[in-house]
């Protein structure tokens, strides 16, 4: 397929440590983002409105943490391609593809849900503060 010869471009050494450590710390970042005592009473009243005491199952951290192996593959295979010199380069790259990628889809999908704002920002910035942990994880290891 056509598709993957684009990893005939990619150098021999996939970060592995790093994609994998990204993923972990960005799944945990998730358990204590949503926790009731982190999020503050406004934030946690609006939440438990529109979610009417929902309950997320196991298959629920499953997904999440395998969205985030996903996320932090590609993060990954951007670093090689990129080769970004310093953190601050990986926090503009992780803006951008906040900017580019998740915030819209985010904002859409709200909306379309009938979301209130604030919930929107919560957890879009949740995924920003998940690219930075990216960047500041390739740049440390």
């Known amino acids: 397929m056509l598709i993957f010869d684009i990893f005939n471009y990619f150098p021999d050494h996939f970060p592995i440590l790093q994609t994998v450590i990204s993923a972990i710390v960005a799944f945990v970042l998730g358990i204590i983002w949503y926790n009731p005592h982190m999020m503050g009473q406004a934030m946690t009243e609006v939440r438990s409105e529109e979610t009417k005491d929902y309950k997320p199952g196991f298959i629920v951290y499953v997904v999440a ?15 090689g391609f990129l ?19 998740v915030l819209p889809a985010s904002l859409l999908s709200g909306l379309m849900a009938g979301k209130k704002l604030m919930v929107i920002a919560g957890d879009s910035s949740y995924f920003l503060a998940g690219l930075y942990l990216f960047a500041v994880i390739h740049d440390v290891l």
């Open 65 to 79: 943490f395998l969205s985030w192996f996903i996320t932090a593959s590609v993060y990954s295979f951007l670093m």
């Open 83 to 101: 080769t970004p010199p310093s953190v601050l380069a990986l926090l503009g790259l992780s803006t951008f593809l906040w900017v580019g990628f």
